[in-house]
């Protein structure tokens, strides 16, 4: 059974860098054809796809966020770390990790709510 | 980047209707790479059909999908209960990928 959970802070102030862990069992990032990725949901918003790693170490972003967002992993510990710089109140949103297959998502986190205030 | 637009934004019906969702790309989906999930209040998006006809894992036979191209829709052929959400559209076939704004089942 794939399961992912993500974890972080619940507050950060403006200006900070947000560091978000996905833990996830049930699957390893090594194998082909499997990705991990994150995507955020503003409050009583859409979906936005953020970015995303592939079981080769590749990684991909969303061309609006690319400068600010960083994925990377860590296998041995089956985990995936999103981080993104510069964080500003219109970040504030549910963020969630995903299990990615040729690559839509078919198994998600349950999100963690990050609000972006001073 | 490819834009997904999804109608109605809003659908109200009553339990046993039948409810068909639209999304429209701002140009072709390749492969029909185009997914529906599936987001109840308070709860993480449900993956519910992959390559625009597929449906995802333990998903009821009532739920159908179609469409290729730029064109695609999701059909609830029964509503129950548990089906009344809101509903959005990816496309996973170009870089980014895309989300439509979201179809809100409500009911009537």
Redesign the interface.
Known sequence: QITLKESGPTLVKPTQTLTLTCSFSGFSLTTNGVGV?W?RQPPGK????LA?IYWDGAT????SLKTRVTITEDTSKNQVILTMTNMDPVDTATY?CAHGL??????????TLVTVSS | ?IVLTQSPGTLALSPGERATLSCRASRRVISS?L?W?QQRPG?????VM?GASSR??GIPDRFSGSGSGTDFSLTISRLEPEDFAVY?C?Q?GE????????TKVEIK
């Open positions: 990725g995507i859409a979906l936005e796809w995303l991909r972003y969303s061309p969630y040729s690559w839509y998502f078919d198994v998600w986190g349950r999100g | 980047e790479y997914a999930y709860q993480a998006p449900r993956l992959y995802a894992t959005y990816q996973y870089l980014p990928q895309t989300f439509g704004q979201g």
